[in-house]
């Protein structure tokens, strides 16, 4: 079983950034992918970004291509997902996401329970 929480959403105007973090707790994230999903209200929920267990590349969605960055600190048991260039159309609740050597783009099987980001205009 693997608990994770998010932290680091808020409000933020556009073209702002902001880092949200995603703590696997009592664990390494070493044997873990991790991916950040988001659903805005209304829509349903969408990747945004994904990392494998083994940390040999990153997967984007287009719409946040060269915006976004995600990475993890295995030792640390955590998981990133660096947002620049933020856009108003970026506001959503964003979700982490774990599975025990996955490859970052498939099926996560553990979710946190998400972080609001609000980006204003």
């Known amino acids: 079983q693997v608990h994770l929480v998010e932290s680091g959403g808020g409000l933020v105007q556009a073209g702002g950034s902001l880092r949200l973090s995603c703590a696997a707790s009592g664990r390494t994230f070493s044997n873990l992918a991790a991916g950040w999903f988001r659903q805005a209200p209304g829509k349903e929920r969408e990747f945004v970004a994904g990392i494998p267990w083994s940390s040999v590349r990153t997967y984007y969605a287009d719409s946040v291509k060269g915006r976004f960055t995600i990475s993890k600190d295995n030792a640390k048991g955590t998981a990133y997902l660096q947002m620049n260039s933020l856009k108003p159309e970026d506001t959503a609740v964003y979700y982490c996401?774990?599975?025990?050597?996955?490859?970052?783009?498939?099926?996560?099987?553990?979710w946190g329970q998400g972080t609001q980001v609000t980006v204003s205009s």
């Open positions: 996401a774990a599975e025990f050597y996955g490859g970052g783009n498939s099926k996560f099987e553990y």
